[in-house]
């Protein structure tokens, strides 16, 4: 879906990315990751076309980008940036209609698709009148990310979308946005420098360090089997609440003994340890009830957590 | 012209001039600033988006804003001549500097995560410069265009200095009158004509963000309207007149040249400064000068006879103090040795020398003095000490120095010269004071500007040579215990000129020929 091959950027002879590879798959999520300076959002930049890239090539779609008109490159991939860069003199809805208006859409079926997002976003009909100066910055970030999604971009790329939110409204505005439907079957790259959220949003996740990718791969191979002491080290704050929420319950499911009790909490196989841990201790529980999504139903104690724990990390 | 009427008064009747000179402004005011716009908003545009070019063309229009503005009008002069095209130029070159640097600033200050977003959404570079920066730098720009207004309501009153009209009109004449009501009547207007635009402007600026799109298609409509005002003030095809905003408003300049002759033609007012050059430039055919002034040689004018005599005469005489003149007694016959010898072409011609050839004031006197086998060789000069005053233009300068000359050659008396004191008054002031004891003076000036004669006596003297000499001199006596000497013979006047070319192919030679030229004009259009 999306290849980057050997991508160079230099500004005034100063590299600020380096010989950076990457393969996106269809629907999948890619995380760039990392301190700020360390060319992340260079990277995604150079993917549409906000920065030409020095050396190497870009495909997506399976087209090189370096072939097409920018401006009809960017049509087609939405793009959400930090400063959610709405339009101070457009109304929300005038806001969200740029894309559609540039690929000339009639007027209802914009009216009707900015409807139908404005609803799965949250947002009150009646904000469609209102300026970004009248909303909060969480409900400014929502109709930034209606913006970007409106027309439907098979791509979407995201710089530190959340960043500029306090974490209450970061977390909600983060959870709306992983549950629209919009989302489903989209290609995203996103770029951050918060730990959590790149373990959550991402299937695959590039640490990058001086413009360079330190280590690709899935969330558990950074955390488990970090390439080297900096891979290592990013992590080490948050290191024990990173592994029990990348150690998913379904991953432990089939070892867990069967239980017949019905009163218990329930968590599911998509929540993960920390969920359980959470709970176990918030609620004074001495164990937990699992449940897949055939209805069977497990017990978890915390022996099972500090087992599961430790099996990953030896095998990590 | 003595009586000062109320200022309403004057406005009222007035009115005519008022409303043509206002509309003339407001017309001079938008079409420079729609230019400034039209080439400024550009530039600014252009320069946001070259930093390197920005500090030169900022520079420039910086440059061109601290020019002088009558400086500025004189070189648009030998460029673009004299009438709206050089007003309307220098005005254009005052309003760019605020509209570039507005635009440049506004634009630059746009959020970069604008128009970044802007371009991440696939905006064409139009389409952001066109939807998001322009309409998000408009009220910057705005700034900018009320400051160029501003400015251009100012400095368009000195349009008036070259014949392109406007308030200036009646600035300047009441300036050179010494007439508060004129002045006001267009100082006032011109200051409300400020206030008012920029107040409109700064309505328009109030619209908010939200409708800057629509401002950006009101404004330039309104200037336009505005400017349309402003209809070229002249015609082709007949004469055209370039009087100076005091000779306009004089009872013994244009006024009388329409009550007494019923001259009836195209009339531009015009500073004095670029008035004979105008005329031989044929911007100008006919003008109102003096009658010595050394550009009319310089330029080949002739001045048309005042058959029906209402330009006052204005001889120049030595004007003493009676003490002075009890005390030397030998003084008098030297001092009217000149008599006879200087006709208006001779004096002409050596103001010719001075003013144009840059000979010196002394050179010129004593070759005179020489040719006309005056000079004598300086005495002792251990009598005593007369002193010389003179007023600050070449003419005064040249007689002082005959003076000190025949004074020194015919008597023991030494001089000392006090030559550059200003106007009338200084040297009027140090005579009566007995800081000098001597100053060359016109009669028209003793009558109209000393003695402030009223209507009445006007009329009574009705502009003979003799009467009004006799007049000044029995009046400046009794009053000043001043002495007039014999005039010296030559008429610094003030005179209709014209090319000498045009006037003979023409065949007028008298301001009634001009008349009747002017309304046969008049009759076959």
Redesign the interface.
């Given at each position: 879906m999306i290849v980057a091959d050997h991508i160079s950027k230099h500004f005034n002879g100063i590299e600020a990315v380096s010989d950076v590879s990457f393969r996106v798959g269809a629907g999948e999520t890619m995380v760039l990751l990392g301190t700020s300076g360390c060319g992340k959002t260079t990277t995604l930049k150079m993917l549409?076309r906000?920065i030409e890239a020095t050396s190497g090539s870009i495909e997506i779609l399976g087209r090189r980008i370096s072939e097409e008109k920018?401006?009809?490159?960017?049509?087609?991939i939405g793009?959400v940036?930090?400063?959610?860069?709405?339009?101070?003199?457009y109304t929300v809805s005038e806001n969200i209609a740029?894309?559609p208006k540039?690929l000339g859409w009639a007027a209802n079926d914009i009216q009707e698709h900015t409807e139908r997002l404005l609803e799965q976003l949250k947002l009150p009909e009646n904000f469609r009148q209102k300026?970004p100066s009248e909303l909060s910055g969480g409900q400014q970030q929502r109709v930034?990310i209606a913006?970007a999604l409106i027309a439907d971009p098979p791509v979407l790329?995201l710089d530190e979308p959340f960043g500029a939110l306090d974490p209450v409204t970061r977390a909600s505005v983060r959870k709306d946005f992983a549950e629209l439907p919009a989302l489903k079957q989209k290609t995203m790259v996103l770029v951050t420098h918060d730990v959590q959220e790149a373990l959550e949003m991402g299937d695959h996740i590039c640490l990058m360090d001086k413009g360079r990718i330190v280590q690709s791969g899935a969330s558990a191979d950074l955390l488990f089997k970090p390439a080297n002491d900096f891979v290592r080290s990013f992590f080490d704050q948050q290191r024990f609440l990173l592994e029990l929420k990348i150690i998913s319950l379904r991953s432990i499911f089939n070892v867990l003994p069967n239980s017949k009790a019905t009163y218990q909490y329930y968590l599911t196989t998509e929540q993960n340890l920390w969920d359980a841990l959470e709970i176990l201790s918030v609620r004074h529980l001495n164990e937990v009830i699992i449940r897949n999504e055939k209805g069977e139903s497990r017990s978890l104690a915390m022996a099972d957590i500090q087992r599961a724990y430790h099996q990953a990390k030896q095998q990590g | 012209m003595d009586e000062q009427q109320s200022l309403w008064a004057f406005m009222t009747q007035q009115s005519g001039k008022l409303w043509s000179q206002t509309v003339a402004h407001i017309g001079l005011t938008c079409i420079s600033l729609l230019i400034a716009i039209a080439v400024g908003l550009p530039l600014g545009i252009w320069i946001a988006r070259r930093k390197k070019a920005a500090w030169l063309v900022l520079g420039v229009a910086g440059i061109l804003q601290t020019i002088p503005s009558i400086a500025l009008l004189g070189f648009m002069i030998p460029l673009l001549g004299i009438g709206a095209l050089p007003a309307i130029t220098a005005l254009f070159l005052y309003a760019l500097l605020p509209i570039i640097r507005n635009t440049y600033t506004g634009i630059t200050n746009v959020?970069p995560?604008?128009t970044?977003?802007?371009?991440?959404?696939?905006?064409?570079p139009w389409?952001i410069l066109a939807?998001?920066e322009l309409?998000?730098a408009m009220p910057v720009i705005l700034a900018g265009i009320r400051t160029a207004t501003v400015i251009n309501v100012g400095v368009a009153t000195l349009a008036a200095y070259i014949a392109a009209g406007g308030l200036g009109e009646f600035i300047f004449g009441g300036i050179a009158l010494n007439n508060t009501q004129m002045i006001l009547a267009g100082a006032i207007p011109a200051a409300l004509l400020a206030v008012v635009l920029d107040f409109l402007l700064s309505l328009v600026q109030k619209t908010g963000?939200?409708k800057?799109?629509k401002v950006s298609v009101i404004l330039p409509v309104l200037l336009l309207l505005l400017s349309s005002f402003y209809l070229i003030p002249y015609t082709k095809g007949n004469l055209l007149a370039g009087f100076t905003p005091e000779f306009m408003g004089r009872e013994d300049g244009y006024l009388g040249l329409k009550t007494k002759y019923g001259l009836d033609m195209q009339t531009v007012v015009i500073s004095d400064a670029v008035m004979y050059k105008a005329a031989f430039e044929k911007k100008l055919d006919v003008i109102s000068g003096y009658s010595t002034d050394g550009r009319l040689k310089a330029f080949d004018l002739i001045t048309l006879d005042d058959d029906q005599s209402i330009f006052p005469p204005y001889y120049a005489a030595p004007v003493v103090r009676t003490a002075v003149l009890n005390q030397y007694p030998e003084l008098q016959p030297v001092l009217e040795k000149l008599t006879g010898h200087i006709n208006d072409s001779v004096m002409t011609e050596l103001n010719y020398r001075v003013d144009y050839l840059k000979q010196a004031p002394e050179r010129v006197a004593h070759d005179f003095l020489v040719s006309k086998k005056l000079f004598q060789t300086p005495h002792s000069g251990n009598k005593g000490r007369i002193r010389l005053g003179s007023k600050i233009f070449a003419e005064q300068y040249i007689l002082i120095q005959m003076y000190k000359e025949l004074i020194e050659g015919n008597t023991d008396l030494a001089v000392d010269t006090k030559t550059g004191l200003g106007g009338t008054k200084i040297c009027f002031d140090a005579l009566t004071n007995g800081e000098i004891d001597m100053y060359p003076e016109y009669t028209g000036t003793g009558l109209l500007a000393i003695l402030k004669a009223d209507r009445a006596t006007l009329q009574s003297l009705g502009g003979d040579r003799e009467k009004v000499y006799n007049y000044v001199k029995q009046e400046f006596l009794n009053r000043y215990k001043l002495q007039w000497l014999r005039p010296i013979g030559f008429n610094n006047a003030y005179a209709l000129m014209m090319r000498r070319a045009q006037a003979q192919s023409l065949n007028i030679h008298s301001i009634t020929d001009l008349k009747n030229h002017a309304t046969n004009g008049n009759h076959r259009h």
């Open positions: 549409n906000l920018p401006e009809i490159l960017r049509r087609s793009y940036s930090q400063n959610n860069g709405l339009f101070p003199h740029v894309v540039l300026y930034a913006r790329l | 959020d995560a604008i970044e977003s802007a371009r991440g959404m696939g905006m064409t389409q939807s998001v309409p998000l963000l939200r800057m799109r």
